[in-house]
T-cell receptor, first 113, second 110 residues
Framework: DQQVKQNSPSLSVQEGRISILNCDYT??????FLWYKKYPAEGPTFLIS?????DKNEDGRFTVFLNKSAKHLSLHIVPSQPGDSAVYFC????????????FGQGTILTVHP | DVKVTQSSRYLVKRTGEKVFLECVQD?????MFWYRQDPGLGLRLIYF???????EKGDIPEGYSVSREKKERFSLILESASTNQTSMYLC?????????FGSGTRLTVV
């Protein structure tokens, strides 16, 4: 039972354009959502998060949008840079779960110069 | 800067061996987690701990056990390693929301 799904295994984008990564969830108890970025042979690093009381959070080139009615969130990267090439994981947490995160399958983003 | 340290970056073990993966955090975090990462499957939770000597099964605990004798250290144990446990193992710690991850241990079981 995959509670967090990233349906696109990969995404290829030209440098300078927008990257949009999508994530769907099924568990209505999730109230906090995060995006992590992972390079090969390294641990994931935190990128940006959003609480369920908001529908948008922005940090520099990164913006996360949350649509609670559709149980959908997306990460926008504008403009995309070659250094953004990595695996991006969407994650979700419920308040009562000791901070336990449920992750999606990941999306491999490749940004071409 | 906060840190989660995993003792080995790469390990090669034989089928049937008992394997210990160690994780130490210096942030005084209550919660610690062990995940494995496999292509197409994302990060799957093996075990977590919310206090010393406390542990909870995650989504895929079979073939694994854990130990948390001190707050800063969380060990993952493969009782009898099998080839299907070849994977990237990631340790993380957290206070409330959001994790800090270690660099991972790439385990190969031959």
């Amino acid at each position: 039972d995959q509670q967090v799904k990233q349906n696109s295994p990969s995404l290829s984008v030209q440098e300078g354009r927008i990257s949009i990564l999508n994530c769907d969830y099924t568990n209505s108890m999730f109230d906090y959502f995060l995006w992590y970025k992972k390079y090969p042979a390294e641990g994931p690093t935190f990128l940006i998060s959003i609480s369920s009381i908001k529908d948008k959070n922005e940090d520099g080139r990164f913006t996360v949008f949350l649509n609670k009615s559709a149980k959908h969130l997306s990460l926008h990267i504008v403009p995309s840079q070659p250094g953004d090439s990595a695996v991006y994981f969407c994650a979700a947490s419920a308040r009562t779960s000791y901070g336990k995160l449920t992750f999606g399958q990941g999306t491999i983003l490749t940004v071409h110069p | 800067d906060v840190k989660v340290t995993q003792s080995s970056r790469y390990l090669v073990k034989r089928t049937g061996e008992k394997v210990f993966l160690e994780c130490v955090q210096d942030m005084d975090h209550e919660n610690m987690f062990w995940y494995r990462q496999d292509p197409g499957l994302g990060l799957r939770l093996i075990y977590f701990s919310y206090d010393v000597k406390m542990k909870e099964k995650g989504d895929i605990p079979e073939g694994y056990s854990v130990s948390r004798e001190k707050k800063e250290r969380f060990s993952l144990i493969l009782e009898s390693a099998s080839t299907n446990q070849t994977s990237m193992y990631l340790c993380a710690s957290s206070l409330q929301y959001g994790y800090t991850f270690g660099s991972g241990t790439r385990l190969t079981v031959v």
